[in-house]
């Protein structure tokens, strides 16, 4: 699904109406340096909100969750970027207070998706059978996986990053059904329903967020570039063909006999719980690395001698991601 959008819209306004304050900057003398003004909040359904100011006199600039701006929720939704945000710019224009008026060009162009992106976040969930065993996913891949361009991930709480710090584009795997029982994350009381508490619950969610550089060098900056099948393609191409999972189960005694000696001591090294891309040599490192990856073990993985591997990782993201239910649509759920 489309999960958050930053992005740069054609259309005439008020410009005195998208303030909520300003900030500024004096230096030590109390002179100003300069002045913003502060983005604005606007309350959509369910009480989710999303920011939008001024950016020049006939533009501006919007960020947040359409989804979740129109739906009160984001556990499930489309994918189709240009009919989510032509839906949300809709809503917004119910909000005569911020001033909005497109011209008919400028209106048609929104719809069609001319306007220019600076941010889209875009996820897949997986079916697990329960929450419980989303988090041990979750510490397993910790353990055990890989991102080619990311390297091993870093653990924030129970999230899992590749690329955290990236100005191009990074990923995140969590459990949705612990963020939505988070402080300030719940569902509005209104949507605590058993059916989506309960698929949130099962949902491991992989999120990958693409900033400007990447989208721009993707020729993806463009909303109308997108189509509805390109967030599950970006998906594919950026992060599940990319994601290297392997057991690093110890090999068996007669394959460990057979090794060369130098690759015993550097198993040894390994299994001992050693960084080896610390005391080894660059190209050293990855040539052993290409004769173990061969025995299914990767040693660019700190080896945790106390790790326990209690979920197939492989085996879930093999199979389909989780769709959105028919009694989503009956209920209304999904814009």
């Not at 002179?31 to 533009?59: P, R």
């Not at 009381?189 to 989506?196: A, D, F, V, W, Y």
């Not at 025995?295 to 790790?307: F, P, Y």
Request: aromatic share 8%; with cysteine; glycine share 6%.
């Amino acid at each position: 699904m489309i999960d958050w959008v930053t992005a740069v819209i054609s259309c005439n306004h008020d410009s005195s109406r998208l303030i909520d304050g300003f900030v500024m900057s004096f230096d030590a003398l109390g002179e100003q340096q300069w002045v913003c003004n502060k983005t604005l909040s606007v309350e959509g359904s369910h009480s989710t909100k999303i920011q939008i100011k001024s950016h020049t006199d006939t533009q501006i600039w919007v960020s947040g969750n359409p989804a979740k701006f129109l739906q009160g929720h984001n556990i499930f939704g489309t994918d189709d970027l240009t009919y989510l945000m032509g839906r949300f710019f809709d809503a917004l224009l119910k909000h005569e207070e911020l001033g909005l008026h497109p011209t008919d060009v400028q209106y048609e162009d929104i719809q069609a998706g001319r306007y220019t992106l600076k941010r889209v976040d875009i996820n897949l969930s997986w079916h697990l059978k329960n929450r419980e065993e989303v988090l041990a996913w979750i510490r397993s891949a910790g353990s055990c996986a890989r991102l080619k361009h990311r390297g091993a991930g870093q653990y924030a709480g129970d999230t899992l990053y590749f690329g955290k710090n990236s100005r191009r584009w990074s990923v995140k795997c969590y459990s949705k059904g612990n963020e939505i029982s988070a402080k300030k994350h719940e569902l509005p009381k209104e949507l605590q329903i058993p059916e989506l508490i309960e698929w949130a619950d099962k949902a491991l969610r992989l999120e990958l967020v693409l900033r400007s550089m990447q989208l721009k060098d993707m020729l993806l900056h463009i909303g109308s570039h997108w189509c509805a099948d390109t967030a599950k393609m970006l998906l594919c191409s950026l992060v599940l063909d990319n994601l290297e999972i392997t057991d690093n189960m110890a090999l068996p005694d007669d394959l460990l006999i057979s090794l060369p000696t130098r690759l015993k001591g550097i198993y040894a090294l390994w299994l001992n719980g050693e960084d080896l891309r610390q005391s080894l040599p660059k190209n050293t490192f990855y040539r052993y690395r290409r004769q173990f990856l061969a025995h299914n073990i990767d040693i660019s993985i700190i080896n945790d001698k106390q790790r326990n591997n209690i979920i197939p990782l492989v085996r879930y993201l093999e199979a389909q991601p989780a769709s959105i239910p028919d009694w989503a649509y009956e209920k209304g759920l999904v814009a």
